[in-house]
């Protein structure tokens, strides 16, 4: 618990959850939200396999959009062409710890009233325009792998709402509402 509230501290976010890894995060985020089959969520394919692999796991499609050549990161114009009645969420990657573009992806969000997902595995205190990256979307995963640019060894961090992260951290225990 200290380790989560001394990670909202260096980030400004209002809750963070601690977890075995990003891909962990990802895949409780998507859970908690309500993402499965019939849902469309549209990602990049400039990230680790684990991103799209989450979305396959709760049973909803992943959508792939085109990267900005620039940046190697999410292009708001592709991901406004690929936006059906059936998306439900965004999952923007900060590809390298470079920050999408964000002002864009979350405007098609509220227009479209879609979730973000952001995956932050290379962006542990990245700023996007004076905003650290974990306190922008929805939800916001974190990876302490041993590559990235702070480490636990191991390990991941969730951040967003606190009433959404309540029901994250019990679907990050089996069901359990207590850990041991």
């Known amino acids: 618990h200290r380790f989560e509230q001394e990670f909202c501290e260096l980030i400004g976010?209002?809750?963070?959850l601690a977890l075995n890894s990003c891909t962990g995060a990802l895949h409780v985020a998507l859970a908690?939200?309500?993402l499965g089959p019939g849902d469309e969520v549209i990602t990049t394919p400039m990230t680790f396999c684990s991103t799209v692999n989450v979305i396959e796991q709760v049973g909803a499609r992943p959508v792939l959009?085109?990267?900005?050549?620039d940046t190697l990161n999410l292009s708001p114009a592709q991901v406004k062409a690929k936006i059906t009645a059936k998306t439900r969420a965004l999952l923007p990657v900060h590809y390298g710890g470079h920050p999408c573009d964000m002002d864009?992806?979350?405007d098609l969000a509220?227009?479209?009233n879609l979730h973000v997902i952001e995956d932050a595995a290379h962006a542990v205190t990245a700023t996007y325009k004076g905003k650290k990256i974990g306190t922008l979307g929805t939800l916001t995963a974190f990876s302490f792998y041993a590559t990235k640019n702070l480490t636990t060894a191991e390990g991941g961090m969730l951040t967003?709402?606190?009433?959404?992260?309540?029901?994250?951290?019990i679907w990050s225990l089996h069901g359990m509402s207590h850990d041991a």
């Open 160 to 169: 967003g709402d606190p009433e959404i992260l309540d029901r994250a951290r």
């Open 110 to 112: 509220t227009h479209h």
């Open 32 to 34: 908690v939200l309500g």
């Open 104 to 106: 864009p992806l979350l």
């Open 13 to 16: 976010a209002p809750a963070a």
């Open 65 to 69: 959009a085109d990267v900005e050549p």
